[in-house]
């Protein structure tokens, strides 16, 4: 049965619609050995992706605070660095962004902080900036041979502890933030006491198993063929907890020394 749709109709005949001519047996028979278009593939993140990514990261956080240091930058530069390192780490902690400005910007702008607060601990102990860093070094071969050996191995129940934990620290800092206004050394955990060993100690233990979710993390990203821009936001992750670790071996070396 004809169709009465004047399109289906014109369409039905032997030209099509636009006036070009329908195709013979051959041309189709062509049409259909010819290869199909289909776009590049995306390249999947890889170990060695992080790696690069991990030492440009991590070198401009050296950088950075190797000039803070010449410098010799006062305290107003270790707010600034403080602040817009914290806005810009949470931008890319939230959005879980994978741009490289806003990753390296982090950088700049903490390593800024550290090579202030550094050589301010330096002034005080001498040589005790030299040990943290190879403090941090160790710990960050450890946990890595600790991970690859599987001596510990990151499961979910691992993984939810290492976080209550975390946020257990944070709570903790800010609850001797807001008690420092009324009592002198707030809650005591950054007095150089005791207290202050044991939480400066469970601090970098805490550090320690995060840099193992970092590692496994990366390991299910490869496995999984995340896109290869993601080994930037893999990187920004093992930059942010060394920093942590660094600092609170920092803070435990002072009470050493005192």
Sequence with gaps: MESKNPIFSRQSNGQQAWGTPTPTAEQLQGMYNSPSYAPPAQRTMTIDDVVVRGFITLGTLAVSAAVAWALNLGTVALLIGVVVGLILGLIVSFKQSTNPVLILGYSVAYGVA???????????????????????????????????????????????????????????????????FFIEDGIGIRSGGPLAYVFSIAAILIGCFFLMLDFNEIEQGVKAGAPEKYSWLMAFGLTVTLVWIYLEILRLLSYLRD
Excluded at 159 to 174: E, I, N, S, Y
């Design 114 to 180: 550290i090579g202030v607060v550094s050589h301010m601990y330096n002034d005080l102990y001498s040589g005790i900036v030299f040990q943290a860093v190879v403090g941090t070094a160790l710990a960050f071969g450890a946990m890595l041979t600790v991970y690859a050996l599987r001596i510990i191995r990151v499961t979910p129940k691992f993984t939810k502890f290492v976080v209550a934990a975390g946020l257990g620290l944070m709570g903790l800092v800010l609850i001797n933030l807001v008690a420092g």
